[in-house]
């Protein structure tokens, strides 16, 4: 196949194949289709869609498999005479049969050849009322061939015949292939039939009064009664029948006109749906940083807005060696486990699947008949398309930066409309947009990775500074985030809970060793300066650049040793003023602290610290809080006797 920029540039759209296609079915039935269009490298589907085009090469291919399955040279005309007939059901009959006569068909030219080509520009003249000159001037770079001349002549000859049966005559003064810079076409048709009858009807009528009045001296008045009742009745039959003629043409104009607009509406409709999911997707996408989130609303948005049966998004494992079921729509049960115990290897070279071959590739699929692929596919993979019911599908992968993330496919099992390659353009953009998505997503989920184990590491540094109290701050931090599942908080709450628990602390950094793990009790100077740690939290913190929800960290992580009767430190606190998360890490920290071991006392058991937690209820301690804790205790079995006390606690 020829690589120039010919063969790469798309030039004319698929209904110039549509016509030629029902031409051979109609004309030459036992012509394989199917053999022409693999030789030029058409597929059926890309013919179906009127919103696809070929290129130079995939034409030539096609008519020369053509003139030779058919042996008939001069194909090429007939096609394009065939353009207009009824049984087409073409755009271009539609199209020009929604004008009253030739003149207007081909006046519209300029604008209707951009449907149909993009290799040349077409000038219209009008000569008289039933002549017209027509300029066709190929496009710089491109290289057409003599059928296609032919071919236009045709389609030429075929809008003229439309409306008067007759072919018109056409004068080529100037032909491409003959040296001249254009193709000049002279057409003159005959008048419209129902032009003739109008004159004949019109004419019939002037002779008729003429012969009444001239034929009343020479004939008996019964006679002549007869007679001009003879002529009244030929006219109004004449006009009649002209008046027939003309209502006939016009329901066929109106009809042509009513299909025209319907197809115009449909693929409105299709063009706003098609934007409609683009920009809901992108709402979807710009909401959400988890990709989890992010694919099942893309999900839900394909299940509500797009005509497809099922859906499914796969990404890639972390270590790239398989595909992963991610989110889906329309599947059953049945085949929902099946996608997802399904290993679609991407490190075996001999994995041959759709799936596998579009994410490797970096390729789309649209296939509309499983049968079309079948000898390009494993039997495993065959098999696992049979075994879901897939019929005809679309499979595009997710790629971003030139990094294959994953593959979206949609297919359908119990639709019998095609799928066409508006759809996969469609699919395609939107598989893009996932990818950044995605891309920016794990950026985002890798920056709060490396956030986490920062604060992590921090968290552990403090803690590091004593053994007995190594871990401490993880601890507090699960009873923490336990309490607010159990107080059903948000995810972000609870995130920002998590970071505040972890560096609760913090501020024992600035806290002498010689008081930290000092044996036996403080004294009240040393004690006075352990407090010092919960102002040296907010302090440190503050100057952390936190941002959104997580701006309430440092208060909240600096206020643990809040009260309710205002009797904490470093503010002094009442109530409500103390904020929820300072007063959840205060009953962790809490617990954690009465039941571990510390230099200066054994830990309490759990029943005596469950105990005593329940007396320091509503003047120390929240109530709702503790109850919290005490449900996340039971839920985890953690403790004995738990229900015990949340009764006698609420």
Known sequence: MDDGPDSISRLYNSRNIQVWIRF????????????????????????????????????????????????????????????????????????????????????????????ITRSSTFKVRKIDSNSVEIVVTPLPGVMEKPYQCENRTGIIESIALAF???????????????????CRYLI??????????????????????????????????????????????????????????????????????????????????????????????????????????????????????LNYDRGVIMLSNEDGSRLEFRAGFGYSREHLALLKDTMFHLDKKGSRGVFVLSYRERRSFLVNDLNEIEKDLSARSLAFARSTGTRSFICCPIVCEEESLGILAVDNVQSKQPLLSSDLNMLRGIASVIGMSIKNARLIESREEQFKSIIKVLATSIDARDNLTAGHSEKVTEYALGISRELGLSKDFQEMIRIAALLHDYGKIGVPDSILKKQGELSPVEYAEIKTHAAKTHAILSQIAFDGIYTQVPKIASSHHE????????NGLKGNE?????????????????????????????????????????????????????????????????????????
């Open 24 to 115: 051979l079915e109609k004309r030459y039935p036992d012509v394989s289709i199917g053999r022409i269009l693999d030789y030029a490298g058409m597929k059926s589907y890309e013919v179906n869609d009127d919103g696809h085009w070929f290129t130079q090469s995939q034409i030539d291919r096609f008519y020369e498999k053509t003139v030779q399955l058919t042996r008939n040279l001069t194909i090429a005309r007939e096609a394009g005479r065939f353009a207009t007939a009824v049984e087409t059901k073409s755009m271009i009959r539609r199209y020009m049969l929604g004008f009253l006569g030739p003149q207007q068909a081909y006046a519209m030219l300029d604008r209707s050849s951009a449907l």
């Open 164 to 182: 008067t049966h007759h072919l018109p005559k056409i004068d080529h003064r100037e032909c491409i292939f003959r040296g001249d810079k254009s």
């Open 188 to 305: 003159r048709w005959e008048a419209n039939s129902l032009v003739p009858l109008r004159m004949l009807r019109n004419s019939f009528a002037a002779a008729a009064i003429l012969l009444g009045a001239g034929s009343l001296p020479l004939l008996s008045f019964s006679n002549w009664l007869i007679f001009s009742l003879s002529l009244l009745s030929s006219n109004l039959l004449l006009s009649f029948l002209a008046k027939n003629r003309e209502n006939h043409h016009m329901m066929k104009t109106l009809d042509e006109l009513r299909q025209s607009t319907e197809e115009l509406a449909l693929q409105t409709r299709i063009n706003y749906n098609n934007t409609t999911v683009s920009h809901e997707v992108g709402e979807a996408i710009s909401k959400y940083t988890n990709i989890d989130e992010v694919l099942s609303n893309v999900a839900q948005i394909f299940e509500k807005l």
């Open 563 to 570: 009260r309710l009767d205002g009797k904490g430190y470093p």
């Open 578 to 650: 103390i904020p929820l998360g300072a007063r959840i890490i205060a009953v962790a920290d809490f617990y954690d602290a009465i039941t571990s071991q510390r230099h200066y006392r054994q830990p309490m058991l759990a029943d005596d610290a469950l105990e005593l937690l329940m007396r320091e209820a509503d003047h120390h301690l929240d109530r709702r809080v503790i109850i919290a804790f005490f449900l996340y205790l039971q839920k985890n079995d953690l403790v004995q006797h738990v229900p015990d006390f949340i009764e006698r606690l609420a």
